[in-house]
């Protein structure tokens, strides 16, 4: 069963989000523990501005062992002695719930900025970290390639991203409340990364000036030479901000890169000009404490969510459309899944009644068979293959199709297995036939078994 | 010419500000949006109605204008108004209304109801420029004021970090602080000119009661505290919060002035009225 452990802006506030929150430099590190977790089948890592969470495989009948070892290596990654502390900030889903959770956030619509489009890049990061640790394989993989699939759905067939509400418009939006017109403003933003690409064309037509401050100069120089904006070296951040009006800051710093000291001397050189952080980076950028200083303020990510959710209002039509969308590429993989419980006892089936035929047909062609040639023998062969073929045709349709439809095809799977005296695997609910001669196809699913419904 | 017509003009600007004190408080309540349009587009209605209320009313009266305290109130929040309408559409502060058309309509009614019409005792040629240059820092102080109570809004909005409700009705942060400046650059030489003339008249006039001296250090106290709040913002770069907290004091002790002038010329009216001189 598919199960997400994890903690969103819904949930915890910045200063636990940022706690958690892992870099692509350490996420091999954290996936290569998570799959090494027996209780853990499948597992991926999803660490964004606004949500960490694991969505992972749990052992048949091992949910509750998948939860308590996502939440202690939660806490482990966040240096948190005891995971129980964390239970306030976390969210648990599971099955069906925990399959919608993950279309929707690729799909963009638990997004503090709904329709932002930068989520569904982080969920395909995390989607390929995974992969390359092999920690993501068969269900949770077909599940997250799903999500992907609705949330380019809902990109194409809505207007959802169309004007969205992005980070940077929002910031935009708090600096005209704060200066008004922004053209007479500089602007800086420290870190080159997608974030501040996006509140650069957000940002480059209205303020007088666009400054880049990065800690590699030259991918500032690169950024910088795109937008029309000129690059400023990292050593010189302090005397910058003497110059700056509004600073968007998005570093993937771990620790911040702007302190109270330094934005006090900042405000003495700036003669008390008001000066406006936007930080929307996860670990945060700026101390919280520069907020308390005069004519300074800083907003962090938990504090644009309000602007946000103005725009969500605004384009309710849209969301609903959305959801829409999702909601039916969530009904076909769910009718894929319970596809795949019903999956065993097909397998089981024909693997029986190739069985039996074939062992049938060897005996009679050892016995009073044994004149014809072997082009008759073939033709015996291909015969007994497409007898079997047809038999099983319709109960297979009918069994696949009750399951896609129904959630209680499991009884009808039992009966199959009953009639048919198909042994299950103990402990796992899986059917299996008697080996046999000639019919060594194993319990893996055709081609066929494995397309998903349409 | 005739004293209904001063009370139709009277009564025309005070229902005009009054409506537009309406839809300011609807447009910040968030009742109607549509409100922020049309309310500082009354206070426009509302000038011309009260120059000509203004003016009328001194020709039936038989008394200049800016001779006294109580026409001077009345012009005050007149021309205070008219700054604001000139002011908004450059500074983007429609919104600072809010607080300028109670403050006219308040002085107009105060222009009325307090005090009388008539003219100090002691008359003297430098009166009329302390009269007007007086009245014309107050129009100006008003709304320095009015910014300033606009800014400290949203400027604890901010810190609070509620960007909700009035935060988005109110102007912006700093084109608020930058209005407030330019109106108290503007003022205060006004003021200057105001406590300099003051000062020559009293000694003209020999003024040297209790009440005179008092309302006198109170106008230097006022003088003072705009002075200082240039002074700071321009050498220690004191501004925003500080710069406001200072305006707004400085403005109270301008209406401690004012409210002298009106105690006296009310204890004056009341002495005549019971057959005093």
């Known amino acids: ?454 | 010419m005739n004293l209904l017509l001063a009370d139709i003009l009277f009564g025309a600007t005070a229902a005009v500000y009054l409506a537009a004190c309406v839809l300011f408080a609807a447009f910040l309540l968030g009742r109607a949006e549509r409100a922020a349009r049309w309310a500082p587009r009354l206070v426009a209605v509302g000038v011309p109605l009260h120059a000509a209320q203004i003016v009328v009313a001194s020709l039936v009266l038989h008394v200049c204008p800016v001779a006294g305290i109580h026409f001077s109130m009345s012009i005050a929040s007149m021309v205070a108004a008219a700054a604001y309408v000139l002011a908004r559409a450059r500074f983007r502060i429609d919104v600072v209304g809010a607080f300028v058309a109670p403050l006219a309509l308040t002085f107009l009614l105060a222009s009325r109801f307090v005090g009388s019409a008539d003219v100090p005792r002691f008359r003297s040629a430098i009166l009329p420029f302390h009269v007007a240059a007086n009245l014309l820092g107050v129009a100006l102080f008003t709304l320095a004021f009015a910014t300033a109570v606009a800014y400290l809004v949203q400027e604890r909005r901010l810190k609070q970090k509620k960007l909700e409700g009035i935060f988005q009705r109110l102007p912006a942060l700093d084109a608020l602080d930058r209005a407030e400046h330019r109106f108290l650059v503007a003022g205060f030489p006004l003021l200057t000119i105001g406590v300099l003339t003051g000062t020559l008249w009293a000694r003209e006039v020999e003024a040297g009661g209790a009440a005179e001296i008092a309302r006198a250090a109170l106008g230097y106290v006022s003088w003072v505290l705009f002075g200082l709040v240039l002074l700071l913002r321009a050498a220690a770069g004191w501004r925003g919060r500080r710069a406001a907290y200072g305006t707004i004091a400085g403005f109270g002790f301008t209406v401690l002035v004012l409210l002298f002038y009106l105690v006296r010329d009310a204890a004056a009216g009341a002495s005549v009225a019971m057959g005093g001189p």
């Not at chain 1, 005209?176 to 650069?200: I, K």
Request: with cysteine; proline share 3%; glycine share 8%.
């Open chain 1, 1 to 454: 069963m598919i199960l997400v452990v994890g903690l969103s802006h819904r949930t915890a506030p910045v200063e636990v989000r940022e706690r958690l929150s892992v870099g692509a430099d350490v996420l091999p590190a954290v996936l290569a523990r998570l799959a090494s977790r027996s209780e853990l089948l499948e597992a991926m890592f999803l660490s964004t501005c606004n949500r960490v969470e694991v969505v992972a495989l749990a052992r048949k009948g091992g949910l509750d062992a998948a939860c308590t070892a996502i939440r202690e290596e939660l806490a482990r990654q966040g240096g948190v002695s005891d995971p129980a502390d964390l239970k306030p900030y976390l969210y648990e889903k599971q099955g069906d719930e925990a399959v919608t959770h993950v279309f929707r956030v690729a799909a963009s619509l638990d997004s503090m900025v709904l329709g932002e489009p930068q989520i569904l890049g982080q969920v395909k990061q995390a989607y390929d970290a995974a992969v390359d640790v092999g920690s993501l394989k068969g269900t949770l993989g077909r599940c997250i390639s799903r999500a992907f699939g609705a949330a380019k759905r809902v990109r194409t067939e809505t207007a959802i991203g169309a004007g969205s509400v992005s980070i940077s418009s929002v910031a935009v939006d708090l600096a005209r409340h704060v200066f008004g017109d922004l053209n007479e403003r500089v602007v800086m933003l420290l870190g080159a990364g997608e974030m501040a690409e996006a509140a650069a064309r957000s940002l480059r037509k209205d303020a007088r000036a666009l400054l880049i401050c990065n800690r590699s100069f030259d991918r500032a120089a690169a950024l910088a030479g795109e937008m029309h904006a000129s690059a400023v070296p990292w050593e010189g951040l302090e005397q910058e901000l003497a110059a700056a009006d509004v600073v968007v800051a998005s570093t993937a710093s771990r620790t911040p890169v702007v302190s109270r000291d330094m934005v006090k001397r900042a405000m003495r050189a700036r003669r008390g000009r008001t000066l406006l952080f936007v930080d929307i980076a996860v670990p945060r950028n700026i101390e919280p404490e520069v907020h308390r200083i005069d004519n300074v303020y800083v907003f962090n990510v938990d504090d644009l969510e309000q602007e946000v959710v103005r725009g969500l209002k605004a384009r309710q039509g849209e969301v609903e459309a959305a959801e829409k969308i999702v909601g039916d590429e969530l009904a076909q993989f769910l009718a894929w899944t319970r596809g795949l419980e019903v999956q065993p006892t097909v397998v089981a089936m024909r693997v029986k009644a190739r069985a039996v035929l074939f062992a049938e047909l060897e005996r009679s062609l050892a016995g009073r068979l044994k004149h014809l040639t072997d082009g008759d023998r073939a033709a015996l062969t291909q015969m007994m293959e497409s007898a079997v073929n047809k038999l099983l045709h319709a109960p297979t349709t009918n069994l696949k199709a009750r399951a896609a439809e129904h959630e209680d095809a499991g009884e009808l799977a039992a009966a199959v297995r009953f009639l048919f005296d198909l042994q299950e695997i103990a402990g796992t609910g899986e059917a299996r036939a008697p080996e046999v001669p000639g019919a060594a196809t194993g319990n893996r699913p055709s081609d066929d078994d494995e397309r998903l419904p349409n």
